[in-house]
């Protein structure tokens, strides 16, 4: 009879077990606003979201809150969420953070520099990767290289098609242009192997207004937009 009873305890251990700590597995509450999609269903409603969850927004968006970090993530955008890492398909987001959750898009990894409060925004457009670093420095990675993108600077990264250097047809001997062309597709392809890439080797960082970055992030996909020098009317 102990023997038995043994047995059923240990199957439902070894069924509760388990179960406890997917309850305390990490994960965030998402608050839809608009059309929005949790793994491909319909969110309406406010919902707990966990590591692996992939979150797609069409002309709505959804706000991520969890211990020490928010996101907002902005209209047609897609992502897959991580506590320590939020992945960026495609459209951008805004990250506020205060225990260094990271960002990935493409082949780059953008981590906050420090360990005070960081906001950084991350979006893809026009060909183009847009980073903007509104609190706190940030690190930006692309698998062969690092930069450091001060606060209050944005950058942006356009984006390699590396398949193009490999079709590329070899140059004639001394045909300067053909070098040249060559030259600057090969650095472009150094983006971390993919088919589609961003080298930071590439980036220049501008600054860009406190009040205008803030008010940037909030809009379409969260993008903070890089202020440009007034044209002299001499010189339109």
Not at 83 to 93: A, D, F, I
Request: aromatic share 2%.
């Amino acid at each position: 009879m102990q023997s038995r009873m043994w047995k059923v305890m240990s199957l439902v251990m070894a069924v509760l077990v388990p179960l406890s700590l997917m309850a305390t597995e990490p994960g965030a509450l998402a608050i839809p606003s608009g059309s929005v999609t949790l793994n491909g269903s319909a969110l309406s409603r406010e919902s707990a979201v966990f590591p692996g969850d992939h979150i797609s927004t069409s002309d709505g968006l959804v706000a991520l809150n969890l211990a020490g970090s928010s996101v907002q993530v902005g209209p047609k955008s897609s992502v897959v969420f991580s506590p320590s890492q939020l992945t960026v398909s495609s459209g951008g987001v805004k990250v506020m953070t205060t225990t260094g959750m990271s960002g990935q898009i493409r082949n780059l990894n953008l981590r906050p520099a420090g360990n005070d409060k960081s906001v950084y925004t991350v979006a893809e457009r026009d060909g183009k990767i847009l980073i903007a670093a509104l609190q706190g420095s940030l690190s930006i990675n692309d698998g062969h290289g690092q930069m450091m993108l001060a606060a209050d600077h944005a950058v942006a990264i356009p984006v390699q098609d590396n398949s193009q250097t490999q079709n590329q047809k070899p140059c004639k001997k001394n045909d300067k242009n053909c070098a040249a062309g060559a030259g600057a597709a090969a650095g472009a392809g150094a983006g971390g192997g993919a088919a589609a890439g961003a080298t930071v080797s590439t980036a220049a960082a501008v600054g860009i207004a406190g009040a205008a970055a803030a008010v940037s992030a909030g809009l379409s996909y969260g993008v903070a937009v890089a202020t440009q020098p007034k044209a002299s009317p001499s010189h339109p």
